[in-house]
């Protein structure tokens, strides 16, 4: 029988669970639907989470040739503050398949254990117990991470308290650099004409608008319409301008700023590392982001901390399932994270 860890990477978009052998080599790694339990409801996560995980284990056991027994599984997930009993949904999250089923074995379910996206974010880029991460996505939020929990925080208020720096906060900057412009009057630049022609209120073809208030009121009641979260639908607008349009590169000269200030709120210890994970820190094929460079140059003016990105969350989250971590060696660390990797494409 064949030992292994499981970690699940859960959120609002999607949910990832990956079943890994001790040695730190995948065995599989199976993606579903969304299963945040504050967007879809309790009882929908955890019959999402369930499904996908008996998918993954089928598929362990089909690849190791034999039965598998989980020593640890751990559950990464947004949303985590809202449940009254994360014990209990944990639990209720695991298929049979995850019980021995040999004659006379302990039918008893392994260890589960429930925590935040921050802290799985945080174990995927680093081996190290104590440091801090910061996340921007459609949200922003930074945590302080002791002996791989979370135990403090910044930001993380939402769309309409806080989150500076998020995709949300691009997005509304954008249309507000819009709407300035046209109340000055003259041709839009490069963001504000993208802002427009996605929002349906398109320029003339030379970039002219005859009648600035009329566009305005259009964007306006374009934006109010509908809900405020889609307002980040314009952030790639900014980082894909932000070479060729002032008012594109000032947005996100902010946004970079705004999160360094979020990060540094919690005091990082220098010397201790600090990983970066969301849509809008994490480099890409051609390198990284505008707001994730900015970023980094303002990090290295201010603070003196090793910057490493975050990995797949589907290996921090087996990283922390490891029944021994506190002696695993940083090796097996990196070839959960690289197997991972070799999983998710």
């Not at 949303?79 to 009254?84: D, E, Q, R």
């Not at 769309?159 to 954008?174: C, E, K, V, Y």
């Not at 022609?197 to 509908?226: F, Q, W």
Request: avoid cysteine.
């Amino acid at each position: 029988m064949t030992g292994v860890i499981i970690g699940a990477d859960i959120g609002g978009t999607s949910t990832r669970v990956g079943v890994a052998e001790l040695s730190g080599r995948f065995l599989a790694v199976v993606r579903g639907g969304p299963a945040n339990p504050n967007a879809v409801g309790e009882r929908p996560a955890i019959a999402e989470i369930r499904r996908v995980a008996d998918a993954a284990v089928r598929q362990a056991v089909a690849r190791s040739g034999g039965p598998v027994r989980a020593t640890g599984v751990v559950l990464g997930l947004a949303g985590v503050t809202g449940l009254a009993d994360p014990a209990s949904f944990g639990l209720a999250t695991l298929p049979e398949a995850l019980r021995d089923p040999s004659p006379g074995a302990d039918a008893a379910a392994p260890p589960v254990s429930v925590v935040t996206d921050l802290e799985v974010a945080y174990a995927s880029g680093t081996p190290e117990p104590d440091g801090s991460v910061l996340i921007a996505g459609t949200g922003a939020m930074a945590g302080a991470i002791r002996a791989n929990v979370m135990v403090d925080r910044r930001d993380g208020w939402g769309w309409l308290l806080g989150d500076d720096g998020s995709g949300f906060w691009l997005g509304r900057q954008a249309v507000r650099a819009t709407l300035a412009e046209l109340e000055r009057g003259g041709p839009p630049g490069p963001l504000a004409r993208a802002v427009l022609a996605a929002a349906g209120a398109v320029p003339g073809p030379a970039g002219e608008v005859a009648d600035p208030a009329a566009t305005a009121g259009a964007l306006i009641r374009h934006s109010y319409a509908r809900a405020p979260r889609e307002l980040s639908e314009y952030a790639p607008l900014v980082t894909r301008l932000a070479t060729d349009d002032p008012a594109a590169a000032a947005i996100v000269d902010r946004a970079a700023d705004r999160l360094v200030r979020t990060l540094a709120g919690l005091d990082p210890e220098p010397g201790r590392p600090i990983v970066v994970a969301g849509s809008l820190l994490l480099s890409g094929p051609t390198g990284a982001t505008p707001v994730g460079a900015r970023l980094r140059e303002v990090l290295a003016e201010r603070l003196d901390n090793p910057l490493t990105e975050a990995g797949p969350g589907v290996a921090g989250a087996a990283w922390l399932a490891l029944p021994e971590r506190s002696g695993a060696d940083p090796r097996l660390h990196a070839r959960l994270v690289g197997s991972a990797r070799a999983e998710t494409g």
